[in-house]
């Protein structure tokens, strides 16, 4: 499996959403291993800010709870809870089975291509046993669904779930059938094609919860 680094020098534009993004990436990436220590002060230095945004950002992720902080301790990442995990995979299938109930009557000609697209890229990431490249198509694919559901509430409490499951998905990448993710998005595209409401909104669950079934 292919990884890049995600900690490193930062440009100093918003500094606190872009230290908190990099830390997510690289918690999500397991590159911040469940249970491993986070100094501030260390970090400020890797990513060459001041330690105040990088607070800023642990304070974040705490709330979202990919973080631990206790009095008089130091800040770990949080260890990986699979039964939270699948939890959070009911809510985010239904949250997507939703998007695409909404967005099944908006899809166009052009959000087909951009499907077909990024499933292709998917395939890619699969026999390439690249995770990140996978997975980035994945969001993409469901990305023209939660657009086209023109709903950005369903997108904000997404970004805050779906961290969760993603770490579980770097940590169990080679027990997991892409190839069939691959092929339930074939279907998917074609049902959203021929406007078949309800089968749409169908597999679009389905392809989430088998997703949870294989993690779990």
């Known amino acids: 499996m292919k990884t890049t680094n995600s900690i490193q020098n930062i440009q100093r534009v918003s500094?606190?959403?872009?230290?908190?993004?990099?830390?997510?990436?690289?918690?999500?990436?397991?590159?911040?291993?469940?249970?491993?220590?986070?100094?501030?002060?260390?970090?400020?230095?890797?990513?060459?800010?001041?330690?105040?945004?990088?607070?800023?950002?642990?304070?974040?992720?705490?709330?979202?709870?990919?973080?631990?902080?206790?009095?008089?301790?130091?800040?770990?990442?949080?260890?990986?809870?699979?039964?939270?995990?699948?939890?959070?995979?009911?809510?985010?299938?239904?949250?997507?089975?939703?998007?695409?109930?909404l967005a099944v009557a908006n899809l166009t000609e052009e959000d087909f291509q951009l499907m077909n697209e990024y499933n292709f890229q998917l395939e890619a990431g699969v026999k390439?046993?690249?995770?990140?490249?996978?997975?980035?198509?994945?969001?993409?694919?469901?990305?023209?669904?939660?657009?086209?559901?023109?709903?950005?509430?369903?997108?904000?409490?997404?970004?805050?779930?779906?961290?969760?499951i993603r770490r579980l998905e770097f940590v169990k990448f080679n027990s997991i059938d892409g190839m069939g993710s691959v092929k339930d998005h074939e279907q998917i595209i074609q049902t959203s094609k021929e406007k078949h409401h309800d089968k749409v909104v169908e597999l679009v669950k389905h392809n989430w919860l088998s997703l949870g079934n294989q993690l779990i």
């Open 15 to 101: 500094l606190r959403d872009q230290v908190y993004q990099a830390l997510k990436n690289a918690i999500i990436s397991l590159e911040l291993s469940p249970g491993q220590k986070i100094k501030d002060m260390e970090l400020a230095e890797r990513f060459n800010v001041s330690r105040t945004p990088v607070r800023e950002a642990l304070k974040r992720l705490e709330d979202e709870g990919l973080v631990i902080s206790t009095p008089g301790s130091l800040t770990r990442v949080s260890e990986i809870n699979t039964d939270e995990v699948k939890q959070t995979f009911v809510v985010v299938a239904t949250l997507h089975e939703l998007a695409a109930s």
């Open 128 to 164: 390439e046993g690249n995770l990140f490249k996978a997975v980035e198509a994945d969001d993409l694919f469901h990305g023209v669904f939660l657009k086209a559901s023109n709903n950005v509430e369903i997108e904000k409490v997404l970004e805050r779930l779906l961290p969760k």
